[in-house]
Nanobody, 130 residues
């Protein structure tokens, strides 16, 4: 599976951005898709995931710091996962990565961990100015 990210950029605090990640080379609907981010000098952290359509009805899960501001969604017809980011804060500044793992009854706890994922896209920089 190859993941190609789109989007990112510079935005003022309070603004919005949408990240996209297009997948190819696999049965997209069978993969749980995640977004992670890494700020300079910090460890990579989980942002959100959307489950495979065949498991838990494409349920979503978010880290607490983005709940109510970010929305993850998937379009299986377009093999694309999105991360809509609203009310952005300077602390959201980071490189954002999409990731994929074949749905295999992983626990929701496991799906919040980067090593669970087998495929990664290149990072895209999001910078939020104050």
């Amino acid at each position: 599976v190859q993941l190609r990210r789109l989007g990112g950029g510079l935005v003022q605090a309070g603004g919005s951005l949408r990240l996209s990640c297009a997948a190819s080379g696999g049965t997209f609907s069978m993969y749980t898709m995640g977004w992670f981010r890494q700020a300079p000098g910090k460890e990579r952290e989980f942002v959100a995931f959307v489950a495979a359509i065949t498991w838990s009805g494409a349920s979503t899960y978010y880290t607490d710091s983005v709940k109510g501001r970010f929305t993850i969604s998937r379009d299986n017809a377009k093999n694309t996962v999105y991360l809509q980011m609203n009310s952005l804060k300077p602390e959201d500044t980071a490189s954002y990565y999409c990731a994929a793992v074949w749905q295999n009854s992983q626990s929701w706890k496991d799906l919040r961990v980067g090593r669970t994922y087998d495929y990664w896209g290149q990072g895209t920089q999001v910078t939020v100015s104050s």
